[in-house]
DNA sequence: CATAGGATCGCCT
DNA sequence: GGCGATCCTATGT
């Protein structure tokens, strides 16, 4: 089932990070072949209030401007000049949450994201970091303002995987030290097992 | 216009 | 665990 728009739309960007978890994400780039795997960590950022997001104290530039936009589109940007992170944007139009995916378990398209460059180990099926993902998948910053529920382009679906609890990692958020004391908040989310997957 | 620094990665030691 | 790559973005003059 595809993710709804208004799924995107619940206001609780905690949850909803948490909920993404064993969610499928995929993307068919430019009419070519599926790529797409298992959302394994998230992260959520959940401005104004949080001094971590690129939308701390509502502030808006053309960088982020579309993280103000309804909940359902994608938030694309450029980091370390050479790598682009990929954020879902959440809540209703005007609330800056957003929800970075920074690990998946590949399972759509094999060939097609080894041929993308991304070397996937055998010891440790996870497809790890932020830039790694959006590497994987083909996603760049043409996709920015890209809505994420039509099933076209990029979107996300429920397989039917329930994830317990106790099988839910919550931790710091990686690389944000400039957050001052909102850099210790456990806004990361991260799944323990891959086994508890319906793959 | 100039500048500093970043929601990172992979290779090196 | 340290560091270089690499360039856009935001900010200040």
């Known amino acids: 089932m595809i993710l709804s728009e208004s799924y995107f739309k619940q206001p609780d960007v905690?949850?909803?990070?948490?909920?993404?978890?064993?969610?499928?994400?995929?993307?068919?780039?430019?009419?070519?072949?599926?790529?797409?795997?298992?959302?394994?960590?998230?992260?959520?950022?959940?401005?104004?209030?949080?001094?971590?997001?690129?939308?701390?104290?509502?502030?808006?530039?053309?960088?982020?401007?579309?993280?103000?936009?309804?909940?359902?589109?994608?938030?694309?940007?450029?980091?370390?000049?050479?790598?682009?992170?990929?954020?879902?944007?959440?809540?209703?139009?005007?609330?800056?949450?957003?929800?970075?995916?920074?690990a998946i378990i590949p399972v759509i398209g094999m060939e097609t994201i080894k041929k993308r460059g991304v070397i996937i180990s055998k010891e440790d099926s996870f497809i790890e970091g932020p830039g790694n993902v959006t590497k994987a998948l083909g996603i760049a910053r043409q996709h920015n303002a890209l809505p994420l529920y039509l099933g076209k382009t990029i979107w996300l679906e429920d397989c039917g995987n329930t994830i317990a609890t106790e099988n839910i990692i919550k931790a710091p958020r990686i690389g944000v030290a400039y957050a001052k004391e909102d850099a210790l908040l456990p806004w990361r989310f991260r799944l323990s097992f891959k086994r508890v997957l319906k793959m």
């Open 14 to 102: 905690l949850y909803l990070s948490e909920n993404l978890l064993g969610k499928y994400l995929i993307s068919q780039i430019d009419g070519g072949e599926m790529t797409g795997g298992i959302i394994a960590e998230t992260e959520a950022y959940r401005a104004p209030e949080d001094r971590a997001s690129h939308a701390y104290g509502n502030k808006m530039t053309k960088r982020n401007s579309v993280m103000f936009a309804s909940g359902g589109v994608a938030y694309v940007y450029l980091c370390y000049g050479m790598h682009n992170l990929f954020n879902i944007v959440t809540n209703l139009e005007g609330i800056p949450h957003a929800i970075l995916i920074r």
